[in-house]
T-cell receptor, first 111, second 113 residues
């Protein structure tokens, strides 16, 4: 059973607001990931982390930022949201060579 | 570089039909291969995997065989159900260096009763 959580599940906000999407896992996994999923379903890696104080940009450029101060927590922040940020955001974690587990996702709508 | 190409969708079948979703890959090195499934409103779940050539992954009636000679990992099920309606993603990972999953573009499957 995967124990990876994302909050909120749905968020509707106005342009210019600062938001933080939360992701937590209780499995002690070292690697964590953020994906952006567009309406056409394709997944784009936007950030990843190999452990505490480690963050890297992914394959798709994103205006969001991330932090990894604790192993279990990998929040994503948008300083000033825009309609182009409207998307589904998926968090995932993995330990070593094991299975990658995904959270349920946050569906963000920026008006 | 590493990439995954999936059969384009959407795919619509009747219940009890035979399913094949094609997946081919390009990889430097020796990848592990996966099929993930995403049900409506949810995140991705691992459906099955294979870690070396000729391995067969299976789960919930789905199967896929790692074919190194054709660089393929096609997903099959003998008799689909309405509950199999979902989006299916083929993926690979090279367990060296960055160790990032590389996904195909996804295939939406709809099963009609």
């Amino acid at each position: 059973e995967a124990d990876i959580y994302q909050t909120p599940r749905y968020l509707v906000i106005g342009t210019g607001k600062k938001i933080t999407l939360e992701c937590s896992q209780t499995m002690g996994h070292d690697k964590m990931y953020w994906y952006q999923q567009d309406p056409g379903m394709e997944l784009h890696l936007i950030h990843y982390s190999y452990g505490v104080n480690s963050t890297e940009k992914g394959d798709l450029s994103s205006e969001s930022t991330v932090s990894r101060i604790r192993t279990e927590h990998f929040p994503l922040t948008l300083e000033s949201a825009r309609p182009s940020h409207t998307s589904q955001y998926l968090c995932a974690s993995r330990e070593g060579r094991g299975e990658q587990f995904f959270g349920p996702g946050t569906r963000l709508t920026v008006l | 570089g590493n990439s995954v190409t999936q059969m384009e969708g959407p795919v619509t079948l009747s219940e009890e039909a035979f399913l094949t979703i094609n997946c081919t890959y390009t990889a430097t090195g020796y990848p592990s291969l996966f099929w993930y499934v995403q049900y409506p409103g949810e995140g991705l779940q691992l459906l099955l995997k294979a870690t070396k050539a000729d391995d067969k992954g299976s789960n919930k009636g789905f199967e896929a065989t790692y074919r190194k000679e054709t660089t393929s990992f096609h997903l099959e099920k003998g008799s689909v159900q309405v509950s199999d309606s979902a989006v299916y993603f083929c993926a690979l990972i090279i367990l060296q260096g960055a160790q990032k999953l590389v996904f195909g573009q996804g295939t939406r499957l709809t099963i009609n009763p």
